[in-house]
């Protein structure tokens, strides 16, 4: 797969003028687009200058202006924003994503109880942002759907989810560790739906 993304991006910025390929693309991405820069940059010889974050909103960062080459987001309705408002070319689909659930080995899931812990009044969850955070978008989503075989979980869920990435929250390190990590080591939450 990542010698088609090389192409891929090949074919994306062969119209790009300048050596440095300016590139926003989804926190999710980092490690694939990392090994993929490097590959791209031993074939062409042009350097990356990747932004990582939440897509929605580097979206809204492309939308006022910010000058980029390629836009790699997590969800595609963020890259058909642009594509739709003349910001950008067409958009083009290229991975999927699949939410999963976080939690210690002592965690409070096993195979059969998803969701009667998340509806527990006390597991907390963690999440991220819905609108500025696809992974915030596709746990609404997933909050949604429980809530119409159960009428009232979204309220519950949706009340008591930490949203502990995208938006003005911060997923930067804490002493050098996973914000992520920190929040289930200190008991801020039980699990993360991610």
Not at 55 to 64: A, F
Request: proline share 5%.
């Amino acid at each position: 797969m990542r010698v088609w993304l090389v192409a891929l991006m090949i074919a994306l910025t062969s119209s790009a003028s300048a050596s440095e390929i300016r590139v926003m693309a989804a926190g999710s991405l980092k490690d694939a687009f990392t090994a993929i820069f490097a590959d791209y940059t031993k074939l062409r010889g042009d350097s990356f200058s990747p932004v990582w974050g939440p897509s929605g909103v580097l979206r809204e960062r492309l939308q006022k202006g910010e000058a980029f080459d390629i836009f790699a987001s997590a969800a595609l309705p963020h890259a058909k924003v642009l594509t739709d408002t003349g910001i950008s070319g067409p958009s083009v689909l290229f991975v999927r994503n699949a939410l999963c659930i976080v939690t210690d080995a002592g965690g409070p899931l096993d195979g059969g109880n998803l969701v009667e812990t998340l509806l527990r009044p006390d597991i907390r969850i963690g999440t991220s942002t819905p609108i500025a955070d696809p992974a915030g978008d596709y746990t609404w989503e997933l909050f949604h759907r429980i809530d119409a075989q159960r009428p009232g979980a979204f309220d519950t869920l949706s009340k008591k989810a930490q949203q502990l990435f995208g938006g003005t929250t911060t997923s930067a390190p804490v002493n050098g560790r996973h914000r992520l990590l920190v929040a289930l080591d200190d008991r801020e939450i039980d699990l993360f739906v991610y």
